[in-house]
Nanobody, 125 residues
Framework: QVQLVESGGGLVQAGGSLRLSCAAS????????MGWFRQAPGKEREFVAA????????FYADSVKGRFTISRDNPKNTVYLQMNSLKPEDTAIYYC??????????????????WGQGTQVTVSS
């Protein structure tokens, strides 16, 4: 089993930046694709970004493309989400997830086997 712990969330003004981290423990996650999802109050969970196990390919939701960057450091068992030019509509709880033994589209939350507890990101206007 892999345990994920997110950190780096907080309150930021519109136009600002935050860097989220997702630290993995337990079984190595080096062979797993990893993703970030978010959920705002009253809304469904939505895909934000994903990265292949090697870090060679990244995928982004249209709403964050050009502003967010996902990366990973496998020796450190950590995945990052750099968020720039933040907007109030980015306000949500952000979750890190790993695919583990599951397969499927990187954009689909059902393809992810294990999840962190989430970290709150609030962007003020």
């Amino acid at each position: 089993q892999v345990q994920l712990v997110e950190s780096g969330g907080g309150l930021v003004q519109a136009g600002g930046s935050l860097r989220l981290s997702c630290a993995a423990s337990g079984r190595t996650f080096r062979s797993d694709a990893m993703g970030w999802f978010r959920q705002a109050p009253g809304k469904e969970r939505e895909f934000v970004a994903a990265i292949t196990w090697s870090g060679g390919r990244a995928f982004y939701a249209d709403s964050v493309k050009g502003r967010f960057t996902i990366s990973r450091d496998n020796p450190k068992n950590t995945v990052y989400l750099q968020m720039n030019s933040l907007k109030p509509e980015d306000t949500a709880i952000y979750y890190c997830a790993g695919q583990g033994a599951r397969s499927g589209s990187n954009y689909d939350y059902r393809a992810y086997q294990y999840w962190g507890q989430g970290t709150q990101v609030t962007v003020s206007s």
